[in-house]
């Protein structure tokens, strides 16, 4: 047993069983990636993949069970090299976050100028992707640390930490009917023609749960992924806008208003972390300049309970 075994295994299972795939994933050959797999199961006594002829269908029983082993195994390893450059090069590294849009653009730029005057020797990697693609990067390791608003607290293999409550508003033309509204709410917005944001990102998910517990069916004319092509199309006349109010900067927008709505809509964002992953001291460090109740000792405390549970 080996190794690169380990790794085949592991990568047939991401690839879905295509065993081109895994070969491409890994750099070997199709023919060395069959022989691992069948030098493994002669080894172990049992058979770990259903074939049907020369193709890979999904996992048997015993199969199942070594999946999950090999997660573990794979991700100690990476763990003790992790461990080995934490006290042979503290302040170096590479430290890859992976997070929204909106998170990156409205919420980070202070933490991470902070944290590039702390560790200048450290490559910072910003990951831009849904909060569904987050949560594979995390999972298969390209990420260390996930941000987002959505997602992250649903996977069990993540320990997930509150970051900041945020709250969405509504933007109008100038001179719009709903300017003057006093206290905005949910009926009058859904007279409206609405735009937002797609499903799954930035909140829309909290956006459509208040409209659904006030048994209203908004008229949700257009979505997008960002704030600024909401806006753009807002300015337009299509619709009113509800976006993120931290992606409303008074003064870059003349034309528009951003009418207050945090009495309707709530969100709170998360970071999230690969539940028995070993984090560099400088990791701790971003997640504290994120949120400075997220302590190393806090942190380390839920991780460890996580592994002793997996256990």
């Known amino acids: 047993m080996n190794f690169q075994q380990l790794r085949i295994i592991r990568e047939t299972v991401r690839q879905n069983f295509n065993l081109t795939e895994v070969a491409n994933a890994l750099f070997t050959s199709q023919s060395g990636v ?3 797999i069948k030098d493994l199961e002669d080894e172990l006594g049992v058979e770990l993949f259903v ?3 020369k193709r890979l269908l999904g996992l048997t029983e015993p199969g199942q069970e070594l999946v999950g082993i090999v997660e573990r195994i794979l991700l100690d390893t990476q763990n003790i090299k ?3 450059e934490q006290f042979s090069k503290r302040d170096q590294g590479q430290l890859s976050v992976a997070t929204t849009h909106t998170q990156a653009r409205y919420a980070l730029p202070k ?6 005057k702390q560790y200048p020797k450290v490559n910072l990697v910003l990951h831009e992707a849904s909060p569904k693609e987050i949560v594979s990067m995390l999972l298969d390791g390209t990420a260390d640390i996930g941000i ?3 997602a992250l607290q649903d996977v069990p293999d993540l320990a997930a930490f509150p970051y900041y409550t945020w709250h969405h508003g509504v933007i109008v033309p100038a001179g719009h009917e709903l300017e003057n509204v006093k206290t905005l709410t949910l009926e ?3 007279e409206q023609p609405i735009i937002t944001y797609h499903q799954g990102f930035t909140g829309r998910g909290r956006i459509d749960d208040a409209f659904t517990a006030a048994r209203l069916e908004p008229d949700i004319v257009m979505t997008a992924l960002d704030a600024d092509v909401i806006k753009a199309y807002v300015e337009l006349g299509l619709g009113v806008g509800i976006i993120a109010s931290m992606a409303f900067v008074t003064g870059n927008d003349p034309h528009l208003r951003l009418l207050d709505a945090r009495h309707l809509f709530v969100n709170t ?10 984090l560099r001291g400088y990791a701790h460090r971003f997640i504290e300049l994120c949120a400075p109740e997220l302590t190393e000792s806090i942190v380390r405390a839920e991780l460890d309970a996580s592994a002793v549970e997996a256990g």
Do not use: N
């Open 188 to 190: 009058q917005i859904a």
């Open 269 to 278: 964002s998360r970071i999230a972390i690969r539940r028995g992953t070993y």
């Open 111 to 116: 933490v991470v100028t902070q944290f590039k």
């Open 34 to 36: 069959s022989k691992h």
């Open 148 to 150: 987002a608003t959505e």
């Open 51 to 53: 074939r049907k002829g």
């Open 82 to 84: 992790k461990l080995g």
